[in-house]
């Protein structure tokens, strides 16, 4: 639980103090672009941790200031992290997180460990969340036309509509929300509608939540979650539903897949995949089908025929169509009550229902598939953006509360928004930034980071978190609730409506429950089971391929649907399957790109109905034919200093009606883009980078021992090596995300990146082998391999890379002089270079997000994966200081603690009990490149081959 | 009266014309203008390269078109070709005077002067490669409050060292070759500033007899030392690749192949200035075609030994059999920059077998082209050598190509200018050959022919 | 022809040679020094401080124990510099209206800390630990120097990297057991080697592990 603000009193004078206040200015650039308030805040925030540290190394004169509090609280300890459990949230949706605070100040997330929804494991989002903390282009003070105002004004403005408000009712007042699963604001909506029964609530969500429950309502015939329990799964079939892919529900998916498929010697999961567009859950998948969307009705109701599904039809197929469902429903009807088959969005309604029937057939429900009521409930009965619109259009709406939503941006092209706003008396827009709706609002009022609010969430399982902030406010903010509570006519403290919502709910001994509740993270219960029946009857047959080509939209793998856009680490986190940083594509199939004879890079327009897109094309290998993929979440206008103009907007051409696929036309314009891609080579030219094992001969052939000139380095007490298990990788990026956060890597921007100067230390590589037409994926993450006979400590002239005892090439900054010596040396490429200073770029993060127990690398100097020394030491030091040796699971790196499929393991490989030395021990253990004689420290685990290619399939 | 077939010098002149002939040039120098125009674009260079430097520093070696994988690309090249040409100046020198090859006297001087200004391009590189160049001396080893010293088992160490000495015997050479000819231009000199100038240079040198057999016996013992020097030097930098693991550098033909490589680029560039030299201030008579004829010999056998290191790499290659040293082998003859390799291959070797023929040899202008064509084909050489290796190593997901900038280029050719202007004022300003050796050569032919 | 050089030119040109050399070679020794030296190592100066505290006054001759005013240094990597609050302990009694204390008083009605000037400062790549060496039995004399006799104080020794690696090389010598840690007088029995020895088993100290370049820097 926090006591922040008390903690900042004794130093608010110091901050006023302006010599300080100078030097803040030299150490955070950001702070300069604060107006007074925040800027005194901030300073506020900063200036222990700043005066306690001694600002900074490169200081001039060698005697600097030391400036202590007048009144030290007991609980400040400076130089030592304190964690804190709360929460962000992703659409809505509680990413419960353990928050890492050095002197006040955020620097770190990891997920909740102990928490159903994360066990300690995190993806990108929750990674990145911190960095948006900082965000310098956050608004930082409510407006009024563009023109700061202050909070009383707005409390002002809110009474005056209020009274307007009162007169009908609020009959012309309408509420526009995005998805939301926090009781406290449901509660304060529940109130607001309870005084203003005419106003209505509208809901805009642009992640497919609606959608979601909408299907269930077509195949139920009630709103419903699904909860897929993978865990409990042998075999899945997924009708491009991308359920290990980005988004708020991969952690425990990822979680639960990793589970299962690690049941027991063999692969305890296949995965079948019919998919359209490339992504995780194919390149993972045993069995994967190219299909382009508008095939998956056809596709699942004849797999419902074959399995007896009364009512279902055979639908004509091509051969490699029916080679896989001869497949897959046989792996069904072999697994029935452990097997589970799901759709994704765009698959339609039909699909939906088809697949609701089969998963009854094979007994899925309360087996491999939990119903429960919808998490994300408004509590209140909602109406559409749609109609939203049309109200607008027609003049019935004066007042127009925007929620943390940007519909000006993210509203299908068709609805127009924009121009429908113009028509509103006054709109208010609340959210974390001045974005695109921001700015032709007539209010903006901006909200506080989940990190500094008072509030509650739920995370996808149901279970709720109590909000609470780690840091004041250094910007002149208000939380939702507060904003809420000031359209109810109160002006609250920032946690006063969160503890009554919870006062409510806990009943007696509330003070206990939530102290508990805050310092688990976790309040108890989650959403109940609900028994469930697809609705019977007639299902009408799948309307027959439409004319034009199936276009798809995905929401971007990084910067979701725009709402990450202005953060460097996201914009520069290479993509899942293109590797592509700093935009998104339009993906095409291998087959259409050679028929128009499009290269990557040349850039294509997009026409659906009428309105056109342009973004440049990317050929995407095992994308089906006659199938284009648009991403959203870039394009932006307002997103700040680095997220403005990148990409293409895609929602410009989204239809309101079918938002996930539509038909369209696309052709090639003579005009060719720059992309900035991290990985240029995809196929393994026969070289046995990644390894593959399968059922029938599981184990690799043991390596021949390599002869050394040098004699082998002595080993201290712990010998630390890293095992990385390449089956288990979803190539989900979360271990980068963290690793960036954890080692101040620098983001170096657009330019650098096409040059081939990203700094990430661990790249997810990306291979293809087999045709480009239906290729099978690999993911193998590679960071430094820590050679035992290491290539690049021999060649440094001024032992700026080191060995340690513990077996770790220490790669020293102040002592490197920069002749990259090593890097040219290093036959896996793990080395980054400083070619310029990147520290200070203008998509450079804010400097109180960097890890103070990191160097910030300065130009010239060579870097790479040190396995996050920072933390042996601190595990050395605590458990040197109580005299005891390390245990296994002391030290855990950034990459693997982030891991949700648990694929990173690290711990000390002279432990023979160590997990990681069980690890070296399997049969499907090897080491990259071993004939090189380098004797890596970090090894792979083979993939199991359990698929298309294996023995009983080529016969 | 003819010169023998022996003779390398025609015999049909007086001692005293050869000695006021060269110590002419410094004295009141011909071709005045053609030596401005020269020196012009020098200096235009040399600024080029000021200004790349002070770039190069203020904004740091990301100016270049250097990423991950290629992190070693113009600035290591162009040191060893640099340090390649440094080499032809003291083999000739050295070597010849070992084995006593009379022809050699002609062209010595400014061959040693060349390779001096070469070396000091070369050296001046692995500073400009540096990320933070202003730790440089952390490469010496000295007493640190660090507590660390330099790490003995890198190759780039060794090289600091290799180069330095081999720099520090160059110039002893060129200088201890060069005193009779300081005392015979202080002599000469009528101008007290010239006196001064040439007579502290000259160290008191009276020409007698003890001062003769002295200095003979110090010239032979540094050319002695500087000999396996100038194989020492090539066979280290080869290291720099050779001791890595990367497919294309991980061979035992490199040493030899480098130092062979550097010879025969030294020999063009000497070949090159002796035409030039010959032809601006008209020395037809000192460096004769019989000079250009062993030129062009000893430049047509260094080009075969080379283009035998071509063919045994190959070789190398198919019998070793390495997976990763072939795919490397294709980047290089079929690859991205297969232009490269190529360009290396003809520009090395088709040129040069037009000196099989006699007439060829003796033609000053067609020598100097094959010569220039051998120096561009060299630079392709290191090119090809550098980035064919690191642009595709082992790892497929870390292939990258690369492409130098505009610095990378200015930096280049200002080191040219670096090169050029203190070797005009060389020429300028000191006996471009050597006086008395072409004197005692021409004496012993005299003696010869008149039996 | 007329003589260029009087006969002693060749004299001159010798001890010109002979000084060269020598100078170069001085000037090496001299930049060696240098780099040793106090001015470079900013040892002994006693910087300005806001309030002329004497350590001499409070630990030498009123005994005060280190820990009572740097109070973190057992349980983080910084020992602190003591809050306002700390010095009012005693100064809202004693001394109430030393006009030398009247920063110190300010600091306080005004809520604002003092400004005081760091003596001991490693530069920010050197990640150095207090709660560790402690705990280890390294003693707060071994690197600050005898600040009980400091009337205003300075940096004792230079914090050169060859300073720190000496110790972490070969940490016996300066150990001492755990209750004699901020003792500034103490002196072993014997030979100090053999009790540090004793004392590095006894506290499990890593040797040969602690020199590799990780343990400070990151």
Known sequence: ?955 | ?451 | MTQIFSPTADTWLRLAVVGFLSACGASLVAAIGFARSSYVTSTDIAPHQPVPFSHRHHVGELGIDCRYCHADVERGPKAGLPPTATCMTCHSQIWTHAAMLAPVRQSLTENKPLRWTRVAKLPDYVFFRHDIHIAKGVGCVTCHGRVDTMPLTYRARAFTMQFCLDCHRDPTPNLRPADKITDMTWKPAGPPRDLGARIAAHVGIRSGELTHCYVCHR
């Open chain 2, 1 to 451: 009266m003819t010169a023998s077939a022996t003779d390398i010098l025609p015999t049909d002149q007086s001692i005293g014309d050869i000695s006021r002939q060269l110590t002419g040039i410094p004295l009141h120098f011909p071709a005045r203008r053609q030596w401005w125009i020269a020196m012009t674009i020098a200096i235009v260079l040399l600024v080029l390269f000021i200004v790349s430097v002070i770039e190069l520093f203020t904004r740091g070696v990301g100016i270049w078109g250097l990423n991950v994988p290629v992190t070693w690309a113009f600035a290591i090249h162009n040191y060893v070709w640099w340090l390649g040409i440094g080499h032809a100046g003291t083999l000739i020198s050295a070597l010849l005077l070992l084995t006593g090859s009379e022809w050699r006297n002609s062209l010595n001087r400014f061959a040693e002067t060349m390779t001096l200004f070469a070396v000091v391009c070369a050296g001046i590189y692995p500073v400009l490669h540096l990320g933070r160049p202003w730790y440089l001396y952390w490469m010496f080893p000295y007493p640190a409050t660090m507590g660390v010293w330099p790490q003995f088992r890198s190759p780039l160490e060794w090289d600091i060292w290799a180069v330095l000495t081999y720099l520090s015997v160059s110039v002893l050479f060129w200088y201890t070759g060069l005193i009779p000819d300081l005392a015979n231009a202080r002599d000469r000199a009528r101008r007290r500033g010239w006196q001064i100038f040439f007579g502290i240079l000259a160290l008191g040198w009276r020409g007698s007899t003890i001062h003769w057999s002295r200095w003979s016996r110090t010239y032979r013992i540094m050319a002695a030392i500087a000999v396996p020097l100038v194989v020492s030097v090539h066979s280290e930098i080869s290291l720099l690749f050779a001791a890595s693991q990367m497919p294309g550098w991980h061979s035992t033909l490199f040493p030899p192949y480098f130092v062979l490589g550097a010879a025969f680029s030294g020999f063009a560039v000497v070949s090159v200035i002796a035409v030039a030299l010959r032809a601006m201030f008209g020395l037809g008579n000192l460096v004769t075609r019989d000079h250009l004829d062993v030129l062009g010999k000893v430049l047509l056998a260094t080009g075969l030994m080379t283009g035998y290191g071509y063919v045994f790499e190959v070789v190398d290659t198919l019998y070793g059999g390495n997976s990763h040293d072939l795919q490397t082998l294709l980047n290089r003859t079929i690859g991205a920059y297969a232009w490269l390799y190529w360009g290396a291959v003809v520009f090395n070797f088709v040129p040069l077998q037009l000196l099989w023929w006699r007439i060829v040899r003796r033609t000053g202008w067609a020598l100097l082209l094959i010569s220039a064509s051998v120096i561009i084909g060299m630079w392709l050489e290191r090119y090809m050598i550098l980035v064919t290796t690191l642009y595709r190593d082992f790892l497929v997901s870390s292939w990258r190509h690369y492409t130098p900038t505009f610095w990378d280029w200015s930096t280049y050719f200002g080191t040219i200018g670096l090169f050029l202007v203190p070797f005009l004022l060389a020429i300028r300003f000191i006996p471009v050959i050597s006086i008395f050796e072409t004197e005692k050569t021409l004496l012993d032919e005299q003696e010869a022919r008149d039996g």
């Open chain 1, 1 to 955: 639980m926090t006591t922040l603000p008390k903690q900042w009193t004794s130093i608010e004078e110091l901050a006023g103090d302006p010599a300080f206040a100078k030097k803040i200015a030299a150490e955070f650039p950001v702070a300069a672009s604060f107006p007074p308030t925040a800027r005194r805040d901030f300073l506020k925030i900063m200036a222990a941790s700043l005066a306690l540290a001694g600002l900074t190394g490169c200081e001039k004169s060698p005697f600097v200031a030391g400036i202590p509090y007048v009144d030290q609280p007991e609980s400040a300890l400076p130089g030592v992290p304190r964690h804190y459990a709360t929460a962000v949230t992703l659409d809505g949706y509680a990413q419960p997180v353990l928050a890492t605070t050095y002197d006040g100040r955020p620097t770190k997330l990891d997920g909740l460990p102990g928490h159903p929804a994360t066990q300690g494991r995190s993806d990108v989002f929750m990674q990145a969340a911190v960095l948006q903390l900082y965000d310098p282009d956050r608004a930082q003070s409510p407006t009024r036309a563009g023109e700061p105002v202050t909070w009383t004004d707005v409390g002002a403005m809110f009474s005056d509509q209020r009274r307007e408000w009162q007169k009908d009712g609020g009959k012309r007042l309408r509420l526009l929300l995005s998805q939301t699963t926090s009781p406290t604001l449901v509660r304060q909506i529940r109130e607001l509608q309870s005084q203003f029964p005419a106003a209505r609530v509208h809901l805009h969500d642009t992640s497919g939540e609606r959608e979601r429950i909408a299907h269930a309502i077509a195949a139920y015939g009630e709103p419903l979650d699904l909860h897929y329990q993978l865990d409990a799964c042998s075999v899945v079939v997924s009708f491009d539903d991308d359920f290990l892919g980005p988004g708020p529900r991969q952690l425990l998916n990822a979680i639960k897949w990793a589970q299962a498929r690690r049941r027991g010697d063999v692969p305890g999961i296949q995965l079948h995949c019919a998919e359209s567009i490339p992504a995780a859950t194919g390149a993972v998948a045993s069995y994967r089908l190219r299909a382009a969307p508008s095939r998956m009705p056809h596709l699942v109701e004849t797999l419902a025929a074959r399995l007896g599904v009364v009512g279902a039809s055979v639908n004509d197929l091509s051969a490699e169509e029916r080679r896989w469902l001869d497949r897959t429903g046989a792996a069904l009807n072999a697994a029935k009550g452990r097997a589970l088959v799901t759709a994704g969005l765009g698959t339609g309604a039909q699909t939906a229902r088809w697949v609701a029937q089969i998963n009854e057939t094979i007994g899925a429900s309360g087996q491999t598939l939990k119903l429960t009521s919808p998490v994300a409930d408004p509590g209140v009965a909602t109406a559409s953006l749609d109609e939203l619109v049309i109200d607008m259009n027609t003049g019935q709406v004066d007042t127009l509360v925007i929620l943390d939503a940007n519909p000006v941006y993210t509203a299908p092209g068709s609805l127009d928004f924009a121009s429908a706003l113009s028509k509103v008396k006054t709109s208010i827009h609340i959210g974390l930034y001045r974005d695109e709706t921001g700015h032709r609002g007539t209010w903006q009022l901006p909200l506080t980071h989940d990190l500094e609010s008072w509030s509650d969430a739920r995370a996808v399982d149901g279970a709720a978190t109590i909000i609470q902030p780690v840091m004041t406010p250094f910007y002149d903010v208000r939380s939702r609730h507060q904003i809420m509570a000031m359209m109810l006519g109160r002006d609250q403290a920032a946690d006063e409506s969160v503890r009554k919502t919870w006062r409510d709910a806990f009943g007696e001994s509330f003070d206990a429950k939530w102290q508990q509740a805050l310092r688990d993270g976790l309040v108890a219960g989650n959403a109940p089971e609900i028994q469930a029946t697809p609705v019977s009857g007639k299902i009408e047959p799948a309307p027959p391929g439409a004319d034009g080509s199936d276009i798809a939209f995905r929401l971007d793998p990084t910067v979701w649907d725009g709402r990450f856009a202005n953060l460097g680490w996201l914009q520069e986190l290479p993509k899942p399957l293109s590797t592509l940083t700093w935009g998104n594509v339009v993906a095409v199939s291998p087959a259409w790109a050679r028929e128009v004879e499009v290269e990557n890079g040349d850039v294509l327009e997009i026409d659906i109905d009428g309105r056109k897109v342009s973004g440049p094309a990317w050929i995407m290998p095992g994308q089906a034919d006659n199938t284009f993929g648009l991403w959203l979440g870039h394009g932006r206008e307002q997103a700040g200093r680095v997220g403005d103009g990148i990409g293409y907007n895609a929602y410009s051409v989204r239809p309101a009606a079918t938002p996930w696929l539509a038909q369209g036309a696309v052709r090639k314009l003579d005009r060719k883009e720059t992309l900035a891609v991290t990985q240029l080579h995809h196929r393994m030219e026969g070289f046995d980078l990644v390894r593959e094992v399968s059922v029938a001969s599981p184990t690799l052939p043991a390596p021949s021992p390599q002869p050394s000139l040098y004699p082998p380095h002595p080993s201290a007490k712990n010998a630390w090596g890293m095992v990385i298990d390449i089956d288990s990788c979803i190539g989900c990026n979360a271990c980068v995300a963290a690793c960036t956060a954890e080692n101040n890597i620098a983001v170096v921007g657009k330019a650098q990146v096409e040059m081939g100067r990203e700094m990430h230390w661990l790249r997810i590589a990306r291979y293809y082998v087999g045709d480009v037409e239906t290729p099978r994926s690999y993911f193998q993450p590679v960071p430094c391999m820590q050679c035992e006979d290491a290539p690049c400590e021999m060649g440094c002239p001024v032992h700026a890379t080191t060995h340690s005892p513990e077996g770790i090439n220490q790669m020293v900054y102040n002592r490197c002089i920069g002749t990259r010596t090593c890097s040219s040396y290093c036959p896996y490429k793990v080395r980054r270079f400083n070619y310029l200073d990147y520290r200070y770029t203008p998509e450079a993060p804010a400097e109180p997000v960097h890890n103070p127990d990191v160097t910030l690398r300065s130009r010239g100097v060579m870097e790479k994966c040190t396995y996050c020394t920072q933390r042996i030491q601190a595990a050395h030091v605590a458990a040197d200081k109580d005299n005891r040796d390390l245990r296994d699971g002391d030290v855990v790196t950034a990459c693997q603690a982030a891991c949700p499929t648990r694929a990173i393991v690290f711990g000390d490989i002279n432990d023979p009990d160590s997990e990681v030395s069980k690890l070296r021990r399997s049969g499907r253990h090897y080491a990259l490149l071993e004939k090189l004689g380098t004797r890596p420290r970090t090894t792979y685990l083979a993939k199991w081959n359990d698929g298309s290619d294996d023995e009983d399939d080529r016969t």
